[in-house]
């Protein structure tokens, strides 16, 4: 059965980042504009997001990161404690990025409002979180133009049009390897 459900605020937390995301087999895909030292619970203790996504490394998942600027040095700290995402995590930085989305292996994906932080699709408490919402759905459909919107920009196939070259070191970098920017 496939579905498309809308979610909203902690709800998005519980499903997504608590359900799903641990579940991933074969890949995980994050995108986001906004990226913290997000907390998540794990059995009966808060730990760092980037500890489940560690773990999913250890399994072999393939992860890939797309967003749009660096995470600041909390998230740094938690980073350098998980070894295995220096070679186990794809990322890529494009400061166009403004969408949220999760998909993991192709046959789950979450879109919407919320950034990969605490007040927003973290644990943090009704009083300190956003209002955020977003659906999730398992329609192969729909999570194929997810995935394709992620993939293009992952691709670097808007690059060469894209008018913040200037803040890009990735797209910089693509553009030198591939010949003279036209524009």
């Known amino acids: 059965m496939t579905d498309v459900q809308f979610l909203r605020d902690r709800e998005l937390y519980e499903r997504v980042l608590l359900s799903e995301v641990p579940r991933a087999e074969r890949f995980l895909w994050l995108g986001t504009s ?50 295995r995402l220096l070679g186990g995590i794809e990322r890529v930085l494009c400061p166009r ?46 999570i194929g133009q997810i995935m394709d919107q992620f993939d293009s920009i992952w691709m670097g196939t808007r690059c060469e049009g894209c008018k913040r070259k200037e803040y890009c070191a990735d797209c910089r970098l693509l553009l030198e390897t591939d010949g003279p920017d036209p524009g």
């Open 34 to 83: 906004d990226l913290k030292d997000l907390h998540v619970d794990k059995g009966s203790r808060m730990v760092p997001f980037l500890e489940v996504i560690s773990d999913l490394v250890e399994r072999g998942v393939q992860i890939r990161l797309l967003h749009a600027k660096e995470p600041g040095p909390a998230f740094r700290e938690d980073f350098d404690r998980y070894p």
């Open 97 to 142: 990025v403004h969408f949220k989305l999760i998909v993991v292996d192709g046959v789950f994906a979450y879109t919407g409002s919320a950034n990969l932080t605490g007040a927003g699709i973290g644990a943090k408490s009704d009083d300190r979180r956003n209002f955020e919402n977003g659906i999730v759905t398992t329609d192969p459909e729909l």
